[in-house]
């Protein structure tokens, strides 16, 4: 089977990137081999993996420099089944090229925040660029840190239909469980009872993007 | 609720128009660069002068103003209290 590629992406910081790769990761794990190469200079995910007592579910790499390219990834890691990769917070960078240039899929993580998305709107003409390259790529916004009472997330869903991507049907939820998991070095799937929300938002995002 | 979408909507159109016009930078070379993307925000149009207002000749500022700081609106009382000034003829003080 060939390596299934997804790219973690978004030019703005905060957006939600490491959160959503490190889950991600940790639920393709119970599918196939699952590696998380952290492409960002912060090391995010690196560090995150390296809390904790029990190791994460997913391999965590980090992957620094620009002596790498979208070829080098595909033959350096063709054994894993999935690879997650986390970007950095900047679609100018060497990482985030090559990361669309890699990918079978672009999830792009956004706030309900008008700033986000007035923030993220370059990134589909960049998708567009890489696609001349990269005839596969597929790109998914997910709303990230939805509040279900707050009518700015409800008005998100039809404000990023602006984008020309295709928004997941499933957005994640503002939950301080995400953050506890990063704490505790585990993702959500490692938080018992109280990670079970989260575990079926980020099972259902699989789903979408992967199938059953 | 859906003022709200609207409104959001339209913030996201907005910037993507003011995305696509910095992204043609060659014709523009000799435009005064722009401090910010926002469309300027339209001025009010100018109040009539009054004849106060244009014939005081004003004395001169201690420091240059920044160019939009103040409107020249507003005059402090006339220094030639005892006097009128004509709208026609702005440097001539005459007497009451």
Redesign the interface.
Known sequence: MATRVIAVINQKGGAGKTTLSMNLAAGLSQRGDTLVLDLDPQGSSRQWASLGNAPFPATVKQVGGNKWDAKTLHQNYKAYAYLVLDCPPSIDSHASLQALRACDLALIPVLPSPIDLWASLRLPQEIEEARKINKRLQARLVLNQLEPKSALSAAMHDAIAEFGIKVLDTGIRRRAVYRSAALEGVSVYQMGSRGKDAVAEIEAIINEVIGK | ?TR??DK??A???Q??AA?QTNAKPAARKSAPAKATSRPATKKPPAKKATARQVTRPQPAPAKAAPAQAKPAVSVSAPKVSSSTVSPLYPNRVWPD
């Open positions: 609720m709200l979408k959001l909507s913030s996201v159109r910037a993507k995305q």
